[in-house]
């Protein structure tokens, strides 16, 4: 066996294979060939290191010198001064700050300083299509002692429960309850399944990717105990077309785990037949929702079911039915592994274990961190997120999706769990946290989420197809500048009428951002409202565009512009904007050298 | 709605039809069979026209209401013809909140076609998109499967120039 000295390690990601990092590999790989070094380093594809902002992400080992936005130039230079000569690149260093030092140490920067990886412990550091990578991290140790001891079932379930896990999807629901309804439900035909909810559709959410692009066997596994502890013999994967890269390792794993007998008939020789089967989504926001999940998967248009009955007793194809998210499944090897008492450790009381969120939007580290629950927000959106970019003010997170609500700068010291999130108006969430700054008008952020929720809405249920249109209607109303103060009661009570009568989640929690925006940032609508103004300068009918008279040179760039010829003025003279005409496309403004046009 | 029965008339080879055939034949009888046929069936046609519905619908022998209700209901489900070069921009909230609106409407102007649409050539065709999962790139477009991230109104025109020297 060839002794390997080095690795270095290519985030293969959604993220970083968008900046170009498959070429990066062959290039590296052209490189060793050239140094004749291809025996002793190793170049491995891994999963999300969690930095997109910086990608593409190469680390290279023993050192771990973590090297960002790394390009096909930087490949020689790489290989001749860090793999031969063992000098490391200090140019190409993660830095927290332009200027600061260069840390050598990536587990002391704060992105990962405060971040405990337990749901993404495998990304990044071994290869995702490679089981025996997965096997040498301890994987599929928790299902063969399972299988081999014949753990009794109920056993596994009530480790789960005592861990604390809750359902990493968004309700919070304890996974171990699930686990136990599924098991205790009786099948006439003995037949029961377990099911994976991969369909990550709450946009500016990348959680469950990243786990199947970086660590597809640990959910596989899990799946497979899952199926030992309820009685099920076959499992579904629901995942998004839109996320290819995630598809295809899935086939890859599910491929390798068939070969080395650890899925399919008689695992490890124990008697036990566990099936996998993945199923493409057709992006339709609502199949997120399980019972929609469930009839998309039986081949009908992803409609929700009412509940009772849940999944638990009649589920896919009215069997009963066992559905975590991917996340979720993500925790369940680490807790069989580590014992109930470790994770249950971890976190606030109500709340165990860790969460995993995509942080995006106006943030300087854009990226996947996973925290310990109970963080706080300040500590993920400064310390973590390193605060809003180009010296803007932080103005609210937005957690949850189109389902969550608006967190203001006066809550962020709020502590990160499901309870403390829900009684301040907004929700967990599957994960997605998005950053709003000055710039942002919160009644255009409301209403972005609600044309969403009124394109996904799959019109079976009235409240939800024709209430989300009629809020939208009333949002765009006051953005257009034509909104009255009652318009603002009736948004309220209209909202209240959804969130009642709605048949599904998508429904129920559709009026979130509207309320969560409406009990936080009331003086943003009222100044839409009363004074016909919109604070942030974002919603386009109620700003106007003025040339500042004593600022302009008279250079005509503006009027020569202007698409729609609303500029008048001479030659070395001032300048003046007809606003009756002015379609405030804004091209004047990004044009004027003198910065002589302003909007307001 | 750009989702509605297509003006383009139907072009299926033989082949093509040979293909489905297969597809449905390793499908039949399997529950819940209708949606990995009809994805297999459109990355065969590239759209699923009245005609390929029919087909789909009395192969697996389900009624064609239910395949035309599958077909309408999920936005990866095109009953329209794409053009060679499938524009998505990303209008997911990090995108959004990023600048995605702009991006969107530079494409719109560079092509003279809306979401949906596809132009007269049929080199380009244009959707805006839910998030594609590359936030950490904001704002992104796809385009077929290269990605486009960072961007800002006046890098589109670049980009699209070069996909129209090479239609």
Redesign the interface.
């Known amino acids: 066996m060839n002794h390997i000295r080095s690795h270095i390690m290519v985030c293969t990601g ?2 970083c ?3 170009d990092s498959p070429r990066l590999i062959s290039a590296f790989e052209e490189e060793l060939l050239r140094a004749g070094m291809e025996q002793e380093v190793r170049v491995v594809k891994t999963g999300c290191f969690g930095l ?2 910086m ?1 593409p992400i190469v680390m290279v080992f023993p050192e771990g010198a973590c090297y960002t936005q790394v390009k096909l130039e930087d490949v020689p230079e790489i290989v001749s001064e860090h793999i031969v000569k063992g000098r490391i690149v200090t140019r190409l260093l993660h830095k927290e700050d332009a200027g600061a030092d260069a840390v050598t140490s990536l587990a002391e920067t704060n992105f990962y300083k405060n971040q405990m990886r337990i749901a993404l412990r495998n990304c990044g550091v071994i290869n995702p299509e490679s089981i025996d990578e997965y096997i040498g991290v301890d994987g599929y140790t928790a299902l063969e002692r399972i299988l081999t001891e014949q753990t009794p079932p109920q056993e596994i379930i009530d480790c789960i429960k005592k861990s604390g896990l809750r359902g990493r999807g968004g309700a919070g629901f304890s996974t171990g309850m699930k686990w136990q309804f599924t098991y205790d439900a009786k099948s006439d035909d003995g037949v029961k399944f377990v099911a994976c909810n991969a369909d ?7 959680m469950d ?1 990243s786990v199947l692009e970086g660590d597809p066997f640990s959910v596989i596994e899990a799946m497979t105990i899952a199926g030992y502890a309820i009685g099920a013999h076959q499992g579904y994967i629901y995942i998004r ?4 890269i995630a598809v295809k390792r899935l086939e890859i794993a599910i491929g390798q785990a068939k070969d080395y007998g650890l899925l399919g008939k008689d695992i490890l020789g124990s008697g036990f037949d566990f099936d996998l089967e993945l ?7 609502v199949c997120g929702e399980e019972t929609a999940l469930m009839t ?7 409609e929700p079911r009412p509940r009772p009955p849940f999944p638990a007793n009649k589920g896919l ?1 009215a069997k009963p039915t066992l559905l975590n998210n991917v996340e979720t499944y993500a925790n369940i090897t680490w807790i069989l592994n580590n014992g109930w008492e470790k994770f249950a450790a971890i976190g606030t009381e109500k709340s165990k274990g860790t969460k995993v969120f ?1 942080l ?3 943030i300087t580290n ?2 996947l961190v996973e925290i310990p629950m109970g963080t706080t927000l300040r500590t993920i959106v400064y310390d973590i997120g390193g605060g809003c970019p180009n010296g803007k003010k932080f103005k609210a997170a ?1 957690t949850g ?1 189109p389902s969550g609500g608006c967190i203001p700068e006066s809550l962020i010291d709020t502590p990160i769990d499901y309870d403390s999130l829900t009684a301040i108006g907004s929700m967990m969430g599957s994960g ?1 946290l ?1 950053v ?1 700054d000055e710039d ?1 008008c919160m009644v255009d ?1 409301a209403k ?2 609600l044309e ?1 929720c009124v394109d996904e809405s ?1 019109g079976k249920c009235t409240p939800c197809r024709i209430g989300t249109k009629r809020l939208l209607d009333l949002l765009t109303k006051i953005t257009d500048g034509n909104g009255t103060l009652e318009d603002l009661d009736t948004i309220e009570e209209l909202c209240y009428h959804l969130k009642d009568s709605s048949l599904c989640a998508l429904g129920q929690s559709a009026p979130n951002p509207v309320l969560s925006t409406l009990k936080y940032f009331k003086d943003e609508y009222i100044a839409h409202v009363v004074e016909k103004r919109c604070p942030a300068g974002v919603c386009k009918k109620l700003l106007k565009y003025e040339i500042v008279a004593d600022k302009c040179k008279g250079c005509t760039l503006c009027a020569r512009n202007c698409p729609v010829g609303a500029i008048s003025g001479v030659v070395k003279g001032p300048h003046f904007i007809d606003t009756e005409k002015c379609i405030k496309c804004g091209l004047c403004q990004s044009n004027c050298r003198f910065g002589a046009i302003v909007k307001h | 709605m750009p989702n509605c029965k297509t003006a383009v008339p139907y072009r299926g080879t033989p082949e093509q039809e040979e293909r489905l055939r297969q597809v449905i034949a390793e499908h039949k009888g399997q529950p819940g069979a209708t949606m990995p046929v009809l994805q297999a069936a459109q990355e065969i046609f590239g759209y699923l026209p009245e005609e390929v519905q029919i087909m789909v619908a009395e192969g697996l022998d389900i009624p064609l209401s239910e395949v035309y209700g599958v077909a309408s209901f999920y936005s990866f489900f095109s009953l329209n013809p794409k053009g060679k070069y499938q524009i998505s921009v990303c209008l997911g909230t990090a995108c959004y909140v990023k600048g995605a609106a702009g991006v969107l409407d530079a494409v719109e102007k560079k092509l003279n076609i809306a979401p949906g649409g596809i132009t007269p050539d049929g080199v380009f065709s244009l959707d805006a998109c839910r998030c594609i999962g590359a936030c950490g790139l904001a704002p992104v477009m796809m385009i077929n499967d290269d990605v486009y991230g960072r961007l800002t109104p006046d890098k589109v025109g670049p980009i699209l120039d070069k996909y129209l020297a090479e239609a």
């Open positions: 959604t993220g294979t968008s900046s997109c902002a990608g990550e559709g709450d946009p500016g959410a990348f990717r077309a839109e996320y290819p199923r493409l989504g057709a992006g339709a926001f998309s998967i039986e081949g009908h248009r992803g194809f995509a995006g939007g106006k854009t990226g937005q999706g997605g998005i709003m942002n952020i972005f989420f969403f799959c």
